[in-house]
């Protein structure tokens, strides 16, 4: 009876895995890229934190649920704009302890500060890495910020209706006493580099 219902299980998944796909859509092929606006797919995007702990070691934590919109023009690379809201309920680290303080107004005060965002002043392409500049908006305070980012793929999707995404990383360091985020400084670091990693899907 085993045997009987295994085959019949495999029967019908094989139409299911002949259509599966044997390589990813996506592939870093900037020729791929079409000009338009595209909006940010929350759910393939991330921004990575890292502060030194005390002393003793790094400790990495994460903020998602990023939404925003992205224009370019492959033939006028330098005149591309990003806009990226960012909700600070959406942080998380491995202890829930924590993750409840942060959100608290001894840092990012969620509750008054329900968003950052970064908006983008000027791009400056040089192949398939770029200089982005900006205004970063935390907590209530505004300070420019350059994004070191790099394009990392590009393809149509594999669910319907199969947009083109896009997809860039992007790394730089802020200062979050700038942003008024100065509890445990000295103890903590107050330098933050961050690790972004955007997915944009064609409207």
């Known amino acids: 009876m085993r045997l009987v219902l295994a085959a019949t ?9 002949a259509q599966a796909p044997t390589s990813p859509p996506g592939a870093p092929d ?14 393939h ?6 502060v030194n702990h005390l002393g003793f070691n790094s400790y990495w934590g994460i903020f998602g649920g ?8 492959p033939a006028k690379p330098n005149a591309a704009s990003v806009e990226i809201t960012v909700p600070m309920d959406g942080i ?21 500060f329900p968003t950052a965002t970064f908006k983008s002043t000027r791009v400056t392409v040089s192949g398939t890495t770029a200089k982005i500049a900006g205004n970063l908006t935390l907590k209530g305070v505004t300070r420019p910020v350059v994004l070191d980012a790099k394009f990392t793929g590009a393809g149509n999707g594999m669910m319907p209706p199969k947009a083109l995404n896009v ?5 730089t360091s802020i200062k979050r006493s700038d942003f008024g985020v ?5 103890l ?7 690790k972004i990693t955007v997915a944009f899907e064609k409207k």
Do not use: C
């Open 45 to 50: 995007t991330q921004i990575l934190f890292t």
């Open 188 to 194: 903590v670091s107050d330098v933050v580099p961050l």
């Open 167 to 171: 997809g860039f990383e992007a790394t």
């Open 30 to 43: 900037a020729k791929r890229v079409t000009a338009g606006t595209y909006t940010v797919d929350s759910g």
């Open 9 to 17: 299980l495999l029967a019908l998944a094989a139409p299911v895995l």
């Open 66 to 73: 990023a939404t925003g919109t992205l224009v370019l023009d």
């Open 92 to 112: 998380a680290t491995t202890s829930d302890k924590l993750t409840g303080h942060l959100k608290t107004p001894d840092f990012f005060d969620a509750a008054k």
């Open 182 to 186: 100065s509890y445990g400084v000295g």
